[in-house]
């Protein structure tokens, strides 16, 4: 029997895809496992690549993009039917796992037999800590939390929709117990066999994004625990892993969709109001910032400016009941 069974989704991002392998191979010299590699109609020679030189992978090819949950559902429905894993992995094709990481996952779950899974910090090749890597639940409260700075200033007091990180690491810096959290990102994200048999599939109506937040929302309420380990850090190198031109407001679209399914109008109106009201002040406050010569720049004003235009006007995505 496998202790692991990794799953990678991989759509054009053969360089990055390499690397992720080889620290998977070098990360799992210890560990029983098996990877899968699903790629969704790559055209730049992934496939080939991942057959040439890592042959011991399991490769599937989809014979056309399709999407992010669909693609990863493909291994897990696998990994299911022959029940010779005890935990699962997913991982996206643009990470690096460090030395150990793997292990020290594996080994969280070991000892931790009420932990549903696990995940670690995401960050940037330089060290920063990225966003969007979990949180509590879509709600007009997270929301608030969230678009208002309150979590970054209280994080263990205020639960906001993505929890930041930097602010929890320093929060827990002498804690080895993890922290519980409602929803993980799905760009590393462990768990237990017993638990995916329970708690089903990706939902394949999120094309990409919010698949991992209704995953977290399903095992929450069946009262399975996620936890966040912030001394384990993997690299992601966010966004390189998809394709899109311009600013990304994809996953805004998406989130409020999912918020309008399935906490009901009324939130969804008072979740998008904060957010309108959030982007609106960090305009303010970046703005600021340039002009004393301080502060993210002009780059970043400028998606902070789509993403307020969104919220006022965008469209939402169409999911079927």
Same mark, same amino acid.
């Given at each position: 029997?496998?202790?692991?069974? !990794?799953?990678?989704?991989?759509?054009?991002?053969?360089?990055?895809? +390499?690397?992720?392998? +080889?620290?998977?191979?070098?990360?799992?010299?210890?560990?029983?496992?098996?990877?899968?590699?699903?790629?969704?109609?790559?055209?730049?020679?992934?496939?080939?690549?991942?057959?040439?030189?890592?042959?011991?992978?399991?490769?599937?090819?989809?014979?056309?993009?399709?999407?992010?949950?669909?693609?990863?559902?493909?291994?897990?429905?696998? !990994?299911?039917?022959?029940?010779?894993?005890?935990?699962?992995?997913?991982?996206?094709?643009?990470?690096?796992?460090?030395?150990?990481?793997?292990?020290?996952?594996?080994?969280?779950?070991?000892?931790?037999?009420?932990?549903?899974?696990?995940?670690?910090?995401?960050?940037?090749?330089?060290?920063?800590?990225?966003?969007?890597?979990?949180?509590?639940?879509?709600?007009?409260?997270?929301?608030?939390?969230?678009?208002?700075?309150?979590?970054?200033?209280?994080?263990?007091?205020?639960?906001?929709?993505?929890?930041?990180?930097?602010?929890?690491?320093?929060?827990?810096?002498?804690?080895?117990?993890?922290?519980?959290?409602?929803?993980?990102?799905?760009?590393?994200?462990?768990?237990?066999?017993?638990?995916?048999?329970?708690?089903?599939?990706?939902?394949?109506?999120?094309?990409? $994004?919010?698949?991992?937040?209704?995953?977290?929302?399903?095992?929450?309420?069946?009262?399975?625990?996620?936890?966040?380990?912030?001394?384990?850090?993997?690299?992601?190198?966010?966004?390189?892993?998809?394709?899109?031109?311009?600013?990304?407001?994809?996953?805004?679209?998406?989130?409020?969709? $999912?918020?309008?399914?399935?906490?009901?109008?009324?939130?969804?109106?008072?979740?998008?109001?904060?957010? !309108?009201?959030?982007?609106?002040?960090?305009?303010?406050?970046?703005?600021?910032?340039?002009?004393?010569?301080?502060?993210?720049?002009?780059?970043?004003?400028?998606?902070?400016?789509?993403?307020?235009?969104?919220?006022?006007?965008?469209?939402?995505?169409?999911?079927?009941?």
């Amino acid at each position: 029997m496998n202790k692991l069974g !990794i799953v990678i989704v991989n759509r054009n991002a053969k360089a990055l895809l +390499r690397d992720c392998l +080889r620290s998977v191979r070098a990360g799992t010299a210890s560990l029983s496992s098996e990877v899968i590699v699903v790629d969704n109609a790559s055209s730049d020679g992934s496939p080939d690549m991942v057959r040439g030189e890592f042959p011991n992978a399991v490769l599937i090819r989809a014979d056309a993009n399709l999407g992010f949950a669909a693609a990863n559902n493909i291994a897990l429905r696998r !990994i299911l039917e022959r029940g010779e894993s005890e935990y699962v992995l997913l991982l996206n094709s643009d990470t690096v796992v460090p030395s150990g990481g793997l292990e020290a996952l594996a080994g969280y779950l070991d000892s931790h037999p009420g932990a549903a899974g696990a995940a670690p910090a995401l960050v940037f090749p330089d060290g920063r800590f990225q966003s969007g890597t979990g949180g509590s639940l879509p709600s007009a409260l997270s929301g608030l939390y969230y678009f208002f700075f309150l979590s970054k200033l209280l994080p263990k007091h205020f639960r906001g929709l993505f929890f930041d990180q930097a602010a929890l690491a320093r929060a827990s810096k002498d804690s080895f117990d993890g922290i519980p959290v409602e929803w993980l990102s799905g760009a590393c994200l462990m768990l237990r066999l017993e638990v995916l048999e329970k708690t089903g599939l990706l939902d394949e109506r999120y094309f990409f $994004y919010a698949e991992d937040i209704d995953w977290g929302r399903r095992m929450t309420q069946a009262g399975r625990r996620l936890f966040y380990l912030p001394w384990i850090r993997v690299v992601h190198h966010q966004g390189s892993s998809y394709e899109l031109s311009g600013v990304n407001t994809l996953w805004l679209r998406t989130l409020y969709t $999912y918020v309008r399914k399935e906490t009901g109008p009324g939130q969804y109106i008072l979740f998008r109001l904060f957010s !309108i009201l959030g982007f609106s002040l960090r305009m303010a406050l970046y703005s600021l910032a340039l002009v004393f010569g301080n502060g993210p720049g002009r780059k970043k004003i400028r998606e902070i400016t789509c993403f307020l235009i969104f919220s006022l006007w965008g469209r939402l995505e169409q999911i079927s009941p």
